[in-house]
């Protein structure tokens, strides 16, 4: 035997329910937004307090700052608020970081090793 169960529920309440649901997403997004954003500001604030980049990968970073800026046009086209506000402040994250890197290790003279090149220390 198969039972169905089939409950009425008022149109108001269940407005009221997709409303929470819709509430709780959006807070979920601007949740995510704070804590992925908060990623760059120690990153950010070290390389501009002492200048030193190595260890950063600018290939990297430009990267990321590519696949950012790809996403903001994504978002901006869909209207998507939530996605707009984090990629804006992930393109502006990424993309100084990725300028400082390329400006001070212009700089210092050093160079990064082409893509796939190992390098040894040999100090």
Do not use: K
């Not at 407005?15 to 804590?35: E, F, K, P, R, S």
């Not at 970073?61 to 804006?88: H, K, P, Q, R, T």
Request: with cysteine; net charge neutral.
């Amino acid at each position: 035997m198969n039972y169905t169960l089939i409950l009425e529920v008022p149109a108001d309440t269940l407005a009221q329910l997709q409303g929470y649901v819709i509430l709780t997403i959006n807070a979920v997004g601007w949740l995510a937004v704070v804590l992925t954003q908060v990623f760059y500001i120690p990153n950010t604030v070290r390389i501009l307090r002492t200048h030193d980049v190595e260890g950063y990968s600018l290939f990297g970073w430009a990267l990321l700052f590519a696949g950012l800026a790809c996403y903001l046009v994504y978002f901006s086209a869909e209207g998507d608020v939530v996605g707009i506000v984090a990629n804006v402040c992930g393109v502006t994250g990424a993309g100084l970081t990725t300028f400082c890197i390329w400006h001070w290790r212009r700089r210092a003279g050093a160079t990064e090793a082409p893509l796939g090149a190992i390098s040894a220390n040999r100090g």
